[in-house]
């Protein structure tokens, strides 16, 4: 690989890339396997196929970056939860997309990214009583104005999204077991009631809004620093919105 990143352990990369500025599937051809070709297909919609495709070729990239497992060569497997991971590699990773934005999260510990797009139709208020516990039901309903709503409702949304996947709980961990109580102004710390469920300590941190995208990571550990690769280039509105939220920002060229 002519990429090679070194990944501390008190360090969490999250990559982010724009689907509009990606190069179009041909391009990103050599990092696709057959097995993903026949899958993309399952899709009805071209443009659904294309950013599948793109999805995966993008994550045996990254991955590539700290494996020296070349792209193709990356077996996935799955963990007893069912998590996807990288046969012989001890890094960790999660992914998550919207129809616009992919973020791709990777550690040497558990990790979960979640990305979330604002949608007009969503009925806020009958998706906070399935998400939120009381505490958090009392501070969405103090809040005035539809943009601090939804803004509140999102992080929250993407935070505990990023703990499910984290934890790879899926399915069988319901909102209504979890709670989040802030730290500091981005950063939580899960709580649940019944402590087999979760025997750790987990938290969460929301990192703001990337091209109208919220977005939130999840982690047992309390590290050092998150590092934002973002092979495309930020946009300056964007990019001071994400910076002072983190301490490190580094830039990769996404070399094909």
């Known amino acids: ?22 190069p179009n599937v041909k391009v990103l051809d050599a990092f696709i396997s057959e097995a993903e070709r026949l899958r993309s297909s399952r899709y009805k919609f071209e443009g659904l196929q294309q950013r599948y495709l793109q999805t995966r070729a993008l994550l045996r990239y990254v991955l590539s970056c700290y494996t020296k497992i070349k792209p193709l060569d990356i077996i996935f497997s799955e963990k007893v ?46 998706l906070a009583h399935m998400l939120f516990d009381e505490q958090e039901s009392r501070t969405f309903a103090g809040l005035t ?22 934890t790879g709980k899926g399915l ?20 649940c009631s019944d402590r087999t469920i979760m025997p750790s ?11 109208k995208n919220h977005m939130s990571i999840c982690y ?18 964007i990019c001071g919105e994400i910076i002072r939220s983190v301490k490190c920002y580094h830039s990769l060229p996404l070399t094909l």
């Open 1 to 22: 690989m002519k990429n090679h990143l070194n990944l501390n352990p008190d360090e969490l990369h999250v990559w982010l890339f724009c689907y509009h500025q990606l």
């Open 81 to 126: 939860n069912g998590k996807p991971i990288v046969k012989k590699s001890h890094i960790h990773f999660n992914i998550s997309h919207t129809e616009t934005v992919l973020a791709i999260g990777v550690a040497e510990f558990e990790v979960g990214v979640d990305v979330e797009q604002p949608h007009a139709q969503l009925d806020l208020t009958s």
């Open 145 to 166: 104005g539809e943009k601090a709503r939804i803004d509140f409702f999102l992080r929250c949304w993407t935070e505990k999204e990023a703990f499910i996947k984290a």
């Open 172 to 191: 069988s961990l319901e909102f209504s077991q979890f709670f989040l109580r802030p730290l500091t102004e981005r950063k939580s710390c899960v709580h």
């Open 201 to 211: 300590t987990w938290y969460t941190q929301y990192l703001g809004v990337y091209a």
């Open 220 to 237: 047992p550990v309390s590290f050092q620093r998150i590092k934002f690769i973002e092979p495309n280039g930020f946009e300056d509105d």
